[in-house]
């Protein structure tokens, strides 16, 4: 079961970000990045993070995706033009894009066992809970640097009241 | 049943309890328009519908078999896609919410709960999260129909219900604070002991948060007062002008949909779910069945009259301004549903 859950929704995934790069119109590109973010959030839930998955939904295709629509929308945004790109670009990217594949899937394959493995078990039969798991290493072992982060987001909405507002 | 495995049994139980559900979801729908519309007319002095069958009970049926007959009529300019897409996503996303909600009390049936299509520890924020994407219906019918008043009803729409989406999701926060879990299921059961004086609503102190869920939960419906994006007095019809036949009745069916589902919510966490007001008061009923259907029949009263609840404000409150919308959000709820949420950790915090 989670490994049918894994191979569709992680090729749909897939085939989201495919459909990203190659649709021409923004909105359309927006949409497929929708798809992308819930197949993810289902992978989340298929591995137990159940939380995570809900936070993804929520937050990603539900609030950031949405203010992007509403941009395009706003702008009324249309088809872009196909360039060729510059040179650079089509010398360093595809190295370049397989360099990062190896690298990465040479991390993970030879240090997947340091990484641990999760309670799987425990937490798809709802045994242990994922939220106040998680709420304990956020408010109470880290609460620190989750309040610094929260600071730092305050900041960067102050900066943009400021360069919002109007001159007097 | 028994040369069956357990799997199957369960696949077969929640398969007829889909798509139990989803028909009474939608004779619901079609009811509640119903209801509307005659609730509306005795509220302005006047019959309502009364032609089709006693009282006009079968007048939901014409309407369905009109709108199906009626021509589709497609706009040259627009995004034929997304067009079509839209009012899909706006009703499925309005009628997925309803698979969450437990309607009844646990009732097992060969180990399957039959009162509640899943019972998932996140319901709460899986309903929050369906809510959120349905915007997505709206925002692109706007776009896609090409028509200026379409995409301002949209444009409007999606910045009330990102606004009020806030204020909805915080003024939830208290009750999830007393049930200590997100699961539907607790969240009612922390309401049980007492009947009518446990509930969040009376006896466990969320009376503001009940008030900023139901003044959030109309402007997320898109419902009077707050219907602007659909004003007929400046946007034509708003997002769905350019729509006919079927596509506007889905479109239609999802804003009623979406009526039930917060009517469902505002049930499961104000007003004790399925369990009775009356507490121990009652005697406990014998008969297995009877113990079944009694909590089905408290959830249906209690949706049903936050229904009607609905269709008063309707009748009785006039439209907002947008920019008296927009301040009465941010600057209102959004500030009292933060100040809700101090207060009842500091009380919890206090006795625990």
Redesign the interface.
């Known amino acids: 079961m989670q490994l049918a859950l894994f191979i569709i929704f992680g090729l749909l995934a897939v085939a989201g970000a495919i459909n990203f790069l190659l649709q021409r119109h923004p909105i359309n590109s927006a949409l497929s990045l929708i798809v992308v973010m819930m197949s993810l959030a289902v992978l989340y839930w298929s591995l137990g993070a159940e939380f995570l998955a809900a936070a993804q939904v929520i937050v990603y295709s539900g609030a950031v995706m949405v203010l992007f629509v509403f941009v395009v929308m706003l702008l009324n945004a249309g088809e872009e033009e196909r360039t060729h790109g510059s040179r650079a670009a089509y010398f360093a990217g595809i190295p370049g894009a397989t360099a990062i594949f190896c690298l990465l899937s040479f991390v993970f394959l030879t240090n997947g066992k340091a990484f641990g493995s999760t309670d799987l078990i425990n937490h798809l039969t709802h045994t242990t809970n994922n939220i106040a798991e998680i709420s304990q290493v956020l408010f109470r072992d880290l609460l620190l640097p989750f309040e610094v982060t929260s600071v730092l987001i305050l900041v960067a909405i102050l900066g943009a009241v400021v360069l919002a507002r109007k001159e007097q | 049943m028994s040369h069956l495995t357990d799997f199957q049994i369960f696949l077969i139980l929640s398969i007829l309890k889909i798509a139990v559900v989803l028909v009474i979801t939608l004779t619901a729908v079609a009811y509640t328009v119903l209801l509307e519309r005659k609730l509306l007319g005795r509220m302005q002095n006047r019959w309502g519908p009364s032609r089709v069958g006693p009282f006009g009970l079968l007048q939901p049926l014409a309407d369905g078999i009109k709108l199906f007959l009626k021509e589709d009529l497609m706009p040259m300019a627009s995004?034929r896609p997304?067009f079509i897409l839209a009012p899909i996503i706006a009703l499925s996303c309005a009628l997925i919410s309803v698979a969450v909600v437990p309607f009844g009390a646990v009732t097992r049936i060969a180990g399957v709960d039959m009162f509640d299509i899943s019972d998932?520890?996140?319901g709460l924020?899986?309903i929050?999260?369906i809510t959120?994407?349905g915007?997505?219906g709206i925002?692109?019918s706007?776009?896609s129909s090409n028509n200026k008043f379409a995409?301002l009803g949209?444009?409007r729409a999606?910045?009330q219900v990102?606004s009020y989406?806030l204020a909805l999701g915080l003024s939830l926060v208290g009750v999830v604070l007393r049930a200590g879990?997100?699961r539907l299921r607790d969240i009612v059961d922390s309401q049980a002991g007492h009947g009518l004086f446990s509930w969040n609503l009376i006896g466990g102190g969320q009376i503001i948060a009940f008030f900023i869920y139901l003044m959030a939960a109309y402007a997320e419906t898109n419902r009077a007062p707050f219907d602007l994006p659909e004003a007929e007095s400046e946007l034509v019809a708003g997002y769905h002008t350019e729509y006919s036949s079927m596509k506007f009745a889905m479109f239609f069916m999802a804003e009623y949909a979406n009526m039930i589902t917060v009517a469902c919510v505002a049930t499961l966490l104000f007003l004790g779910g399925a369990s009775s007001p009356f507490g121990n008061l009652l005697p406990t009923p014998t008969s297995p069945i009877i113990a079944a259907i009694l909590p089905i029949f408290w959830f249906v009263l209690k949706v049903f009259s936050f229904l009607c609840l609905y269709i008063w404000v309707r009748a009785t409150v006039p439209r907002f301004r947008y920019d008296q919308l927009m301040s009465f959000g941010w600057k209102f709820l959004l500030p009292v549903a933060i100040l809700n949420i101090i207060a009842t950790s500091l009380v919890l915090a206090l006795r625990g």
């Open positions: 995004e997304l998932i520890n996140i924020l899986v929050l999260g959120s994407i915007v997505y925002a692109l706007g776009w995409l949209s444009l999606t910045s990102i989406e879990s997100l």
